[in-house]
């Protein structure tokens, strides 16, 4: 029962420090967001004591009647959510998820068609040393090159072409909406299953404000920690026909005992997604990333080689080119973290620079929309990037602007010991 400043002050330090660092900065990484303080409370529970291999009421343990509720009520919340028959809400994360999405759907060597890592795709949508790219035959599809959007008659081609057993629609770094009727049509042409990885736009799914690949998909995988603002976990939905395939391919395909205390953390973020609180919060999230698209678009900008892939955004991020720029990503990203807002560099489609410096940041809204920002707020912020990317620009002037929009949006208030 001793506290963590006692038992280990090295790590309650690390704790400390990174709650004032969250506290004082601005978020802007994409795939971040804040938990409500009512998934810290699950997150940090009992819960986190319990074995619970198997499904609810089909355990390899004793003592999970009261894990099996919560559990249960996580599946029910994710398939009223999303409008899905099946929901498996056990994978530890994103990855996790789409392994075993990818194990229930393909046999070694099968043919994968999924985004290319360096347009916008996934890690686990078929890079070479990932298990996606080691275990399947990968057929990466790229977006246009005038456009910079997924150009579906070339994916229809390809597909025709290369005969994937699966396709799968979805991104880590696109600032547009994926036609997912037009890959559903691809699919059925070719005879592949469609998979949906909507680890990014979840929560604008749920809000309502993004389409629902779940009517046109096979499967569809998630994370839940990014605009879905939950547990730091993964979740798979799918049709009845496939509840079988993918419960075994995570649970024993590939995981062993379930995180109760994330599970729980699941159910609450699949309830607080329902509100009409977060509807309007993931309404924010859209309206700041495309005021950050105009600001970062404007002529001042321009000027300075700095623009926008494809003209702006219809998400939750949006795609900073730097190409023309004498920064590059690394610069970008250290010049705004000196100022105080944290981002991402990022490789923008056929990037001179390495992987390492990149042409390219990636911009979210989600975080900041959870800690309150409205459009005035998201216009402010949107100008100081813009000027700091800037040569010569008064960093230190920035950092002030930086700063007075964090004290006027306290995060965890009163929780000091998180
Ligand atoms: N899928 C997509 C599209 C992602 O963007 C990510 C995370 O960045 C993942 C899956 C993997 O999620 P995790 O980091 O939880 O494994």
């Keep these: 029962t001793l506290p963590l400043s006692e038992v280990d002050p090295e790590i309650a330090a690390v704790l400390a420090d990174e709650l004032g660092r969250q506290r004082g900065t601005l978020e802007m990484i994409a795939s971040e967001n804040f938990v409500p303080r009512a998934i810290l409370e699950t997150q940090g529970s009992v819960l986190t004591n319990k074995y619970a291999e198997g499904y609810p009421g089909r355990r390899y343990y004793g003592g999970c009647e009261f894990v099996d509720v919560a559990e249960n009520l996580a599946i029910e919340r994710a398939k009223a959510l999303f409008g899905a028959e099946h929901a498996n809400v056990q994978p530890h994360a994103g990855a996790q998820a789409n392994v075993a999405v990818m194990t229930a759907l393909m046999d070694h060597g099968d043919t994968m068609m999924g985004m290319s890592l360096a347009h916008g795709g996934h890690l686990t949508h078929g890079m070479k040393i990932n298990f996606s790219g080691k275990n399947y035959t990968i057929a990466a599809y790229e977006v246009d090159p005038e456009t910079y959007t997924v150009d579906m008659d070339k994916v229809r081609e390809q597909a025709l072409a290369s005969k994937p057993k699966v396709i799968v629609a979805g991104w880590s770094a696109y600032p547009r909406q994926l036609d997912f009727a037009a890959f559903r049509e691809i699919a059925d042409e070719v005879g592949a299953k469609l998979w949906v990885d909507m680890a990014h736009f979840a ?15 096979d499967v569809v995988s998630s994370t839940v920690h990014k605009t879905l603002a939950g547990p730091r976990s993964g979740f798979i939905l799918c049709k009845e026909d496939l509840k079988k395939k993918i419960n075994s391919a995570v649970f024993p395909g590939q995981q062993g ?49 700095v623009s926008v892939l494809t003209g702006g955004t219809d998400v939750h991020l949006v795609l900073v080119d730097l190409r023309n720029s004498q920064l590059d990503g690394q610069q970008g990203e250290d010049i705004l973290h000196e100022v105080g807002i944290t981002v991402n560099r990022n490789s923008v489609p056929w990037d001179p620079r390495p992987p390492m410096t990149t042409s390219g940041l990636r911009i979210g809204t989600p975080a900041l929309a959870s800690r309150g920002f409205g459009e005035a707020e998201f216009r402010e912020v949107s100008d100081v990037i813009a000027e700091a990317l800037k040569p010569g620009a008064d960093l230190e002037a920035l950092r002030g602007r930086v700063a007075q929009l964090a004290d006027d949006f306290p995060l965890y208030d009163g929780l000091e010991n998180w």
């Design 203 to 217: 929560g604008l799914v749920a809000a309502g404000l993004h389409p629902n690949p779940v009517p046109h998909a």
């Design 257 to 305: 005992g379930p995180l109760m205390h994330a599970i729980a953390g699941k159910a609450v973020a699949f309830k607080i997604a329902a509100s009409e609180e977060f509807k309007a919060k993931q309404e924010r999230t859209l309206a700041g990333a495309q005021i950050l698209a105009e600001r970062l678009s404007a002529k001042d900008m321009q000027d300075q080689g």
